[in-house]
């Protein structure tokens, strides 16, 4: 009878040792929806270095892409709506929402002492 007491009550803590250091999967549904909000093309001003500046979400993780270079993952910053990109130039990108309906409507990418701005395509 002890024996079995014993091993109901280590076999109750390993299961509470097991839940409590569960953890959450990053980018869970409701980040990823979130995260659409961004997504999408965004045009630059003719006569930019980059033309094309594309935001997609894979896996609940955020990344932008200029031009076809190759995509770069976007890492969430303390300030709303503002990601460091993972590139080497570790450009900052700051999303601009239309003050009414909240929508995101363009960027900002800052890098290297510059600031380009991005309106997104059918937003």
Known sequence: MKF???????GSLLAIAISTNAQTTPGSSADSTSLKAYAGSYTLASGSPIQTY???VDK???FGE???YGKNKL???AKTDTYQ?????GSMITFIRDAATKAVTS????????????KKDNP
């Open 4 to 10: 079995t007491l014993n091993a109901i009550f280590l």
């Open 54 to 56: 594309v935001i997609t």
């Open 60 to 62: 609940g993780d955020l």
């Open 66 to 68: 200029a031009d076809s």
């Open 75 to 77: 890492v969430k910053q």
């Open 85 to 89: 990109s993972t590139s080497s130039y």
């Open 107 to 118: 960027l900002t990418m800052s890098a290297q002492g510059t600031e380009l701005t991005a």
